[in-house]
């Protein structure tokens, strides 16, 4: 499985940016799709993840009413949309793939493919 995401740049804060990834060359199926970051300095951190099959979301506690997350499955696509953004969210965003329900989709090793990441920079 590759994930390839893109849609980064700078931004103002109060400004809006989506990011989007395309999950290609999957052999079965996803279970789950999720966006993590790191900040400078900073562990990775979840973001938010969809399971592809219902829908179903979880957002961290920071991106809850400014992000939301959504899915293409017909064109295996994760989308992130984040409004209202802030200069503490500026940090390098990674798509993820989980093949298999183990974990809870917040969990970061329960994720099986990782994207290269694609930068957001929020300015103040």
């Known amino acids: 499985v590759q994930l390839q995401a893109s849609g980064g740049g700078l931004v103002q804060t109060g400004g809006s940016l989506t990011l989007s990834c395309e999950a290609s060359?999957?052999?079965?199926?996803?279970?789950?799709l999720g966006w993590f970051r790191r900040a400078p300095g900073k562990e990775r951190e979840f973001v938010a993840a969809?399971?592809?099959?219902?829908?179903?979301?979880n957002y961290a506690s920071s991106a809850k009413g400014r992000f939301t997350i959504s899915r293409d499955n017909a064109k295996n696509m994760v989308y992130l949309q984040m409004n209202d953004l802030k200069p503490e969210d500026t940090a390098v965003y990674y798509c993820?793939?989980?093949?298999?329900?183990?974990?809870?989709?917040?969990?970061?090793?329960?994720?099986?493919?990782w994207g290269q990441g694609t930068q957001v920079t929020v300015s103040s």
């Open positions: 993820a793939g989980e093949r298999n329900k183990i974990l809870r989709i917040d969990i970061i090793r329960g994720y099986d493919y």
């Open positions: 060359r999957i052999t079965g199926s996803l279970y789950a």
């Open positions: 969809i399971v592809r099959s219902t829908g179903g979301t």
